[in-house]
């Protein structure tokens, strides 16, 4: 109740519309979601268009590389979600209707099969936290204790079919999201490289893609895995990093903006404008003890 009305004061407040004429008007900002509704997405959609410019995430690389990101709509926003939930598919008709360029980052080793996402697993958050801190073998075992295993076929599915990529396909964009999604710093080297390198082959190969792009899993990524990504063909990959992206953010260190699937839209503008994560970036680094 707190927050709802907390994002109600600050969406009156003038700042997020100073926000987005001031600092967002020559920036590309990318949204995330994961598995939100139609009916969410609609009030999102309508929200952000009369607000906000909806570019692809192409249509950002290729002014990049060509030099001509002025050239970009002012306040040009990306929108992508991570994982390729199979509920994705009901946004399909959202995504024509309101001419919505969506990047989806898919599982290669999930997307079109039954096995499910480990995150997914019965279990409860703080094991959840725990096993994205802990080794990748580690993690492993862990789930093969509650029955989950990354090749094993359940009786259903939780991430997007053949069919649905198939017919999605020209309206969405299908992008990487590694193999099993695994938490690739905590992996080894051999594991990341596969994680990495397999998924846009498999992607291509499997769905017929054509993929530029990944997206780190849990957005946790270290030097190594920039350096895996672009030795592996990609041109860029998106981080959960708080911020905008200019001319000037690396390439595979693409900032994003996390958006609750489930965010009122007071909540979604306030968010999208970037003054909730200064506001938390502030607060977090006067909690950091010096030093540090
Ligand atoms: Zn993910």
Redesign the pocket.
């Known amino acids: 109740m707190i927050r709802r009305l907390a994002f109600f004061l600050l969406r009156f407040s003038l700042v997020p519309f100073f926000a987005r004429e001031l600092i967002q008007r020559k920036k590309v900002t990318i949204i995330a979601y994961h598995l939100v509704s139609p009916e969410v997405a609609e009030a999102h959609f309508t929200a952000l268009r009369r607000r906000y410019n909806i570019i692809s995430l192409r249509d950002f690389l290729n002014a990049r590389s060509n030099g001509t990101l002025d050239k970009l709509p002012p306040k040009a926003l990306i929108v992508t979600l991570?994982?390729g939930h199979k509920s994705n598919y009901l946004l399909k008709p959202v995504f024509q209707k309101y001419s919505i360029p969506a990047t989806i980052f898919l599982c290669s080793g999930i997307a079109g099969t039954n096995r499910h996402f480990w995150f997914a697993t019965h279990l409860v958050d703080t094991d959840r936290q725990y096993l994205k801190r802990v080794s990748d073998e580690r993690r492993l075992e862990m789930l093969e204790k509650v029955g989950f295993s990354e090749t094993r076929e359940f009786a259903t599915r939780q991430a997007l079919s053949q069919t649905e990529i198939e017919e999605m396909k020209n309206i969405a964009d299908f992008q990487s999201?590694t193999v099993f999604?695994s938490i690739l710093p905590r992996c080894s080297k051999q594991r990341s490289v596969r994680e990495i390198w397999q998924s846009r082959r498999d992607l291509e190969d499997k769905f017929g893609l054509s993929v530029y792009a990944l997206a780190y899993?849990?957005g946790d990524y270290s030097n190594r895995e920039i350096e895996i990504a672009s030795s592996a063909g990609y041109e860029c990959a998106l981080t959960m990093d708080f911020g905008f992206n200019s001319r000037r953010t690396p390439l595979f260190q693409l900032r994003r903006i996390a958006v609750n699937d489930d965010a009122a839209v007071s909540e979604l503008l306030v968010k999208v404008s970037g003054v909730w994560g200064f506001l938390r970036e502030r607060v977090r680094s006067k909690r950091k003890p010096k030093g540090e």
């Open positions: 991570d994982d999201h999604h899993p849990n």
